[in-house]
């Protein structure tokens, strides 16, 4: 059974930082490209950060790029989003993702909140 569970949401105020973490189980952690996603109420899914399987590269949405940064730990089978300078516009439910040999899983969440 797959499973990946993010952590590490909450409430900050802007300009402050968080560090969001997805533990993975039940696949070869190292095959997969890990994402983190994210949905604010009202609007549709969309890719925030993307680390290919080794860690040796990583992509960034346009409005988190300077700020955010993905990294992944293979030897834990976790990956991290360390988010600073955080805005309001942040504010959304963000969601691990690994794409690889076997398909295609999604983690069940968890809620981020900028505000002051």
């Known amino acids: 059974q797959v499973q990946l569970v993010e952590s590490g949401g909450g409430l900050v105020q802007p300009g402050g930082s968080l560090r969001l973490s997805c533990v993975a189980s039940g696949i070869t952690f190292g095959a997969y490209v890990m994402s983190w996603y994210r949905q604010a109420p009202g609007k549709e899914r969309g890719l925030v950060a993307t680390i290919t399987t080794a860690g040796g590269s990583a992509n960034y949405g346009d409005s988190v790029k300077g700020r955010f940064t993905i990294s992944r730990d293979n030897a834990k089978n976790m990956v991290y989003l360390q988010m600073n300078s955080l805005k309001p516009e942040d504010t959304a439910v963000y969601y691990c993702?690994?794409?690889?040999?076997?398909?295609?899983?999604w983690g069940q969440g968890t809620q981020v909140t900028v505000s002051s």
């Open positions: 993702r690994a794409q690889g040999p076997r398909g295609l899983w």
